[in-house]
């Protein structure tokens, strides 16, 4: 019946606050003249009270209305509000006040009108909050006992959209390392150290956590298994909307492994991009895809989307919103087709990152790959110089170092060609980096179905290691490089350390409390191996950047290079005439 009484409409709800009010003013004013004669009324006061105790009522009531305060929702009663009324109050003690000096003939004690103001206001202000208090009570017994971790304006927003009923967690504490905030109160919530995280976990029945403060990956990761081990598996992280609005979301691997460059100019990067035609190759990729969003961003004045997929093109055109691209459904294989894109909108820059990048489907269709990887990236530089392009930017991979499989031969290729071709007017670099976190054909995506689907996670050999950044600061470093480019330079992205795909695959499973799935290994693919690396050997160089540096020069003649290419796809046995090319190619298979 309670409930039932306050769970009302808008309607129903101004009805019952201007009967319950009613209710108040006139319990109030009876009060104050009990208060004012010590519980004796004299005769004729009595008289007096019933002749202005309506009229009273019905002023409060009226600049109640007049201020709003019945369309305001319990819930959301907040301090604000107290100000509403206080005011109301006010002015109906004023107007009150006027009515007895102009219009009341009868007798009234002056003093009782403090006394009523004091005790509306009190009981006024009581009943809305505690209505307030009620549904938080009661709401709370539903909801997810939270530590609140990072003492800030986002924590006091998650605070308030908890209470709102906007999310599905209940705060009870909040820790934060910052020693300033100690034994602090944000909303009535004691901010705690770090060091009693256990002691609150256990003391409230902890379940959830919500992080709104900032961590490097590593310290997340920290956080996040030291969470595990107290037995908290809903772990969300807060970004603020606006004032108040607040989204969570799962923390993810993504968090977990991140890798954000300290050095990201993106000065820079606008230097190389802005007013620019910049034609991008394999735009409908991941790399692709990023990298057309960051030269919109940047101020392109034109995207030239090149893609053989039918879908990813018209995926990539529908999500970016840019008024000036053009969509080119076409191969780099074909150099007629593209030589036509060349003529027709003379780009400026080039990002060539078409190329098939998955290691057993090159193994297993080696021609395609060579012609991909090779001839279409040969087309892509050769037609850059014929055309005057003012840079050419080749993305490569950690799998063309000592390359032990088709794939990554064939971009070690492409990298030899871009080093070493007679390049003119054309200023031709290269940027070489490891995996991109959820790219697709990675690892991660395909872990994320395995758990999704309730399957064993499958991994070719508990030693396997791979480089990882998220795709959008390996776009923006790409960029970055390009943008610094003078020479010709192969650059290296900063990948940090490998991590252990093992490794990669028990925190999944942590993440979506999935620790009764398996892992079962499968053996190494063809041309798989169990560590890739960046650099063919220690001479590399610094740049300004702490994450680029520049790989030394591979000399080749580039005649020798060309006739050796045009042999390559003449000849029957391909993957000797790789190793022909590349000595250091240890086919594994």
């Known amino acids: 019946m309670m409930k039932q009484l306050f769970s009302t409409s808008p309607q129903k709800r101004t ?93 009234f004690p002056r003093s009782a009108i403090i006394i009523d103001f004091l005790l509306s206001f009190i009981f006024i202000v009581g009943i809305r909050f505690a209505k307030r208090a009620y549904q938080e009570l009661s709401k709370s017994d539903s909801l997810n006992p939270t530590v609140i971790i990072g003492a800030n304006q986002k924590a006091m927003s998650v605070i308030s959209s908890a209470r709102d009923g906007e999310i599905n967690f209940f705060p009870v504490a909040i820790v934060d390392e910052n020693r300033s905030m100690i034994s602090s109160y944000m909303s009535d919530l004691k901010v705690h150290t770090c060091d009693k995280l256990e002691y609150l976990i256990d003391k409230y029945h902890i379940n959830s956590a919500i992080i709104t403060k900032e961590y490097t990956s590593d310290n997340l990761d920290r956080l996040f298994e030291k969470l595990n081990t107290l037995g908290v598996t809903n772990i969300k992280l807060s970004k603020l909307l606006g004032s108040k609005n607040e989204k969570l979301r799962d923390i993810s691997i993504e968090d977990l492994l991140a890798r954000h460059p300290k ?61 000036n691209q053009v969509t080119l459904m076409q191969s780099v294989v074909d150099r007629k087709l593209l030589e036509k894109v060349f003529k027709k909108y003379k780009p400026q820059i080039v990002i060539h990152a078409a190329a098939y990048k998955h290691v057993p489907l090159c193994e297993e269709n080696i021609e395609g790959a060579i012609l991909n990887n090779i001839i279409g990236t040969k087309n892509c530089i050769d037609l ?49 980096f490891g995996n991109v976190l959820g790219s697709s054909g990675s690892v991660i995506p395909k872990f994320k179905k395995q758990i999704e689907n309730s399957k ?24 970055q490089a390009a943008a610094i480019a003078e020479n010709g330079e192969l650059f290296i992205l900063d990948m940090g350390e490998p991590v252990k795909i ?13 620790q009764d799935l398996k892992i079962i290994f499968t053996g190494l693919r063809k041309g798989e191996k169990l560590y890739e690396e960046l650099l063919i050997d ?29 042999m390559l796809i003449r000849t029957p046995d391909q993957v000797s005439k790789l190793k022909e090319i590349v000595p250091e190619f240890k086919h594994n298979i």
């Not at 910049?278 to 961003?297: F, L, Y």
């Not at 794939?407 to 070493?420: D, F, I, P, W």
């Not at 540096?549 to 006739?563: G, H, Q």
């Open 456 to 479: 064993p996670l499958t991994i070719t050999d508990p030693e396997i290691t791979r480089y990882f950044m998220l795709i959008p600061e390996a776009c923006q470093l790409v960029l």
């Open 263 to 323: 050095d990201l100019d993106e000065k820079a990067i606008g230097n190389l991009i802005k007013d620019k035609v910049v034609m991008i190759t394999g735009a409908g990729g991941s790399i692709g895809s990023e990298i057309t969003r960051q030269c919109a961003k940047h101020g392109a004045q034109q995207l030239l989307l090149l893609d053989h997929s039918e879908y990813n093109l018209y995926s990539l055109s529908e999500s970016l919103l840019f008024e």
């Open 502 to 514: 093992v490794d990669l695959a028990k925190k999944m499973l942590k993440i979506y409390d999935k």
């Open 15 to 107: 009805v019952f606050f201007i009967l319950i009010d009613i209710c108040i003013f006139f319990v109030s004013l009876y009060l104050a003249y009990q208060l004012r004669f010590n519980f004796d009324v004299w005769p004729e006061h009595r008289i007096g009270f019933w002749n202005i105790v309506w009229i009273f009522i019905a002023i409060k009531i009226a600049m109640f209305y007049i201020f709003k305060i019945y369309f305001i929702t319990w819930r959301y009663f907040v301090l604000r509000d107290v100000q509403k009324i206080f005011i109301a109050l006010i002015i109906s003690y004023i107007i009150f006040v006027l009515y007895l000096i102009f219009l009341h003939s009868g007798v």
């Open 384 to 432: 850059s110089i014929q055309y005057g392009i003012s840079k050419f930017v080749l993305i490569s991979t950690d799998k063309a170092v000592r390359p032990t499989n088709v794939m990554g031969a064939t971009k070690r290729v492409s990298e030899l060609y871009a080093q070493n071709v007679e390049a003119k007017e054309t200023l031709i670099t290269g940027v070489r």
């Open 538 to 566: 220690e001479n590399d160089k610094d740049t300004r950047y702490d994450s680029i540096f520049i790989a030394s020069k591979t000399n080749y003649d580039i005649k020798t290079l060309n006739s050796d290419i045009e």
